[in-house]
């Protein structure tokens, strides 16, 4: 959502990224509280304040789908339609989110993916569209998000840096986290290149 508070904390973090050398930035559409009905998307208005900002500061803006039912945008052709129409300038980009993809059931994988944060799931016996921040751990093979098959696609599709993003408590608890980021690793290497 854009509004005049929303340009300013803009102005700030970008400028912020900027000075640190920081070369890009994530943004995350709105997700309405539990209960509510998503909020309209507010991406055309927030890119066309985005676009001078980013684009005088030398910083890219990553938009981040977030899968949820509540999100104002859960897929990556909402984005990437938005893009197409101011000519694809290269100071936007996609971040795909493992989580995020596999909860929207987003079939597109976007060329303009810059950034890849993955997570896994286990069985918890739930719906997808019930799956929350909480559930997201390391892969591994218990994961029913199809991680490997997501990775094997983006390969094609982003030369982008990747990153672990789980927030399920007993991951950053856990006594043995160095070892844990090892075998996930291992994990999704060993498939992702046989």
Same mark, same amino acid.
């Given at each position: 959502?854009?509004?005049?508070?929303?340009?300013?904390?803009?102005?700030?973090?970008?400028?912020?990224?900027?000075?640190?050398?920081?070369?890009?930035?994530?943004?995350?559409?709105?997700?309405?509280?539990?209960?509510?009905?998503?909020?309209?998307?507010? &991406?055309?208005?927030?890119? *066309?304040? !985005?676009?001078? /900002?980013?684009?005088?500061?030398?910083?890219? $803006?990553?938009? =981040?789908?977030?899968?949820?039912?509540?999100?104002?945008?859960?897929?990556?052709?909402?984005?990437?339609?938005?893009?197409?129409?101011?000519?694809?300038?290269?100071?936007?980009?996609?971040?795909?989110?493992?989580?995020?993809?596999?909860?929207?059931?987003?079939?597109?994988?976007?060329?303009?993916?810059?950034?890849?944060?993955?997570?896994?799931?286990?069985?918890?016996?739930?719906?997808?569209?019930?799956?929350?921040?909480?559930?997201?751990? &390391?892969?591994?093979?218990? *994961?029913? !998000?199809?991680? /490997?098959?997501?990775?094997?696609?983006?390969? $094609?599709?982003? =030369?982008?840096?990747?990153?672990?993003?789980?927030?399920?408590?007993?991951?950053?608890?856990?006594?043995?986290?160095?070892?844990?980021?090892?075998?996930?690793?291992?994990?999704?290497?060993?498939?992702?290149?046989?």
């Amino acid at each position: 959502q854009w509004d005049s508070e929303r340009e300013q904390q803009a102005r700030t973090m970008v400028e912020f990224a900027a000075a640190a050398s920081i070369g890009a930035v994530v943004l995350c559409p709105s997700v309405a509280p539990v209960g509510s009905p998503a909020l309209p998307t507010g &991406l055309p208005a927030a890119l *066309d304040g !985005l676009h001078p /900002i980013l684009e005088n500061a030398g910083v890219r $803006g990553l938009i =981040e789908p977030l899968g949820f039912p509540r999100s104002s945008i859960r897929t990556q052709d909402v984005v990437e339609a938005e893009f197409s129409r101011r000519g694809n300038p290269s100071c936007f980009g996609i971040v795909h989110d493992s989580f995020h993809h596999a909860i929207a059931r987003d079939p597109l994988y976007s060329t303009h993916i810059a950034l890849v944060h993955l997570s896994g799931v286990p069985e918890f016996g739930l719906p997808l569209e019930e799956l929350g921040d909480e559930h997201r751990v &390391l892969v591994g093979p218990d *994961d029913i !998000l199809g991680n /490997i098959d997501q990775a094997r696609r983006l390969m $094609g599709v982003t =030369e982008g840096p990747w990153s672990f993003e789980p927030f399920a408590s007993e991951v950053g608890e856990s006594p043995t986290l160095a070892q844990d980021l090892r075998s996930s690793l291992a994990y999704i290497r060993d498939r992702v290149t046989t």
